[in-house]
């Protein structure tokens, strides 16, 4: 691999696209894609220090009707993610600090990320933690694209 430089905050700036999001469980190392082979996600970081973050399952399910039933409202909840709030930049290390999310557990919370650049693509990686989707432990890897 070419160079892999530690982000600034002027290097975020702008909307990225994911390209790949891979889980890894603790401490069996077993890996799984987060949402398919092609996940649909987008995270914004601005000038001013704030961010969100949206990402759905690319195979979710359109309800039935324009009210989803109890059941499709818990499966289309249960295949996105979604938070913003500010964030915060030190080296290798990145903070999210969260005042809204999907997951109301989120809310109000640091979420410990580390960064880098890799070939013109962020590469960024949670600390081992609890898994939303499996509720094990395990460590992500996202990679993004910058979108011009």
Not at 49 to 62: A, I, N, Q, S, T
């Amino acid at each position: 691999m070419s160079g892999k430089t530690n982000p600034s905050s002027a290097a975020l700036v702008g909307t990225w696209r994911q390209l790949t999001a891979v889980a890894e469980a603790i401490p069996s190392g077993v890996t799984r894609d987060v949402m398919g082979p092609h996940p649909v996600a987008y995270v914004i970081f601005t000038p001013n220090g704030r961010m969100m973050l949206m990402g759905v399952d690319p195979d979710r399910k359109r309800p039935a009707g324009e009210v989803p039933t109890d059941d499709e409202a818990k499966y289309l909840y249960c295949s996105m993610i979604a938070y913003g709030g500010t964030y915060t930049v030190n080296g290798r290390e990145g903070v999210y600090h969260l005042d809204i999310s999907w997951n109301q557990v989120w809310t109000g919370t640091k979420q410990l990320r580390y960064w880098e650049i890799r070939d013109g693509r962020l590469v960024i990686s949670t600390p081992e933690f609890i898994d939303p989707f499996i509720g094990g432990r395990s460590v992500h890897r996202i990679t993004w694209e910058k979108i011009e």
